[in-house]
Each structure stands twice: as C-alpha cells, then as structure tokens.
C-alpha cells in the first residue's frame, strides 16, 4: 500500500492568534489522535498535496520530533472563501484496534449487460468497512461480469475478506441502465407487435 510521509513540528501554542500565524507560515495545523496521546503538529502545505488531492485510500507516516506515527487521514477542513487547506485530522493506527476507513471500490470485469447495449453507471465510489490495521489496502475489489441489463449491484454482494461493511445493506453500489437506443428500440418493438 502506498505511504505519504510528512514531517511535522510539534505546536506548543493554541488559539486563534496561534494558529493564524501557523497558516500565514503557510503550514496547515493538524491533530493525531487515537494513540497513548493526541498530537498537536504543523507541517507545510505542500506535504499534504498527495494525500489531500487524490481519490486514493493511503498510509501516513507522519514525523513529529523524533517521534514517527502510522495513521490514517480522518478528516480535512477547507477555507470556505479561498479553498485553501486549513486543518487536518489523523487517526493513528495500532495493531489490536479496528479502524473505520472509507475504501474507493475499483471494479473489474466487463459486465453482461454493457455487452447486451445497455449503460454502466456507478452509484457509490467507496465502502466504510472496519477492520485492523494489518487489513487495509489500497481499494476494494468488485467484479461486474455477471451484472445483467437492468441489475444493481448493491453494498449486501460485497463481501471482502477480514472487513466488515459498516454500509447499508441495500444500498445500490453500480447498476446497468437500457440507453436511449434500447429503450426506442424496445418501444419500436413493442408497437409492431400491437
């Protein structure tokens, strides 16, 4: 699985006057919380650039005065006038705990219906699952071959290995919908036969 690494200084002061100053550094204030202690650090901005824009599910090694942390990234903030990055939140990772994630689903195969003419449209682009840490990967994996014209695919087919879907059973993950074509065609159909 692929790991961000970003170093960080540990913040001794809090506030807004504080962490004003910490943004106008053009740092971006973040939290790790979960271990023995939560962990109050800067870092650069430029650090979480390839943790924050990508639809990756990663690992974070994050270095805090000699200290180093795995986690994984929780929550962000963003400044609602200036989009820029304003906060981060990170949950460190130990072995005997379960964590919740939010994993993106990458599906494969070439799905029966798209082959019979009709349109595959995705309706949900990741899974929360919980798990131990030793268990998360990258992305979970959704095979669409047997997906027939007009079939949904929903979060109760899905069952990965050592994870437990944390979803709504019934949920609908992808489904194949009739295109404009079909549909003429099968009302084409239907008013030669009358």
Known sequence: ?????????????????????????????????????????????????????????QLVEISVDGQKYTAIMKDLQFDRVSDKLIHVDFLELSEDKKVI??????????????KAGGKFVTKLNSLKIKTLPKYLKESITVDITNLELNGNL?????????????????????????????????????????
């Open 1 to 57: 699985m692929n790991t961000i690494t970003i170093e960080g200084q540990l913040r001794t002061e809090f506030g807004k006057k504080a962490t004003r100053a910490v943004r106008s550094q053009d740092k971006v204030p973040a939290v790790i919380y979960g271990g023995a202690k939560e962990v109050n650090f800067s870092a650069p901005t430029k650090a979480f650039k390839n943790l924050v824009y990508t639809d990756k599910f």
């Open 101 to 114: 994630a939010d994993l993106p689903i990458k599906f494969v195969g070439s799905a029966a219906g798209v």
């Open 154 to 194: 929903r979060v109760e087919d899905v069952h990965p290995d050592n994870f437990e879907v944390m979803n709504s059973p019934r949920i609908p993950i992808a489904s194949i919908v009739l295109t404009r074509q079909l549909k003429q065609a099968a009302s084409a159909d239907t008013a030669t036969k009358k």
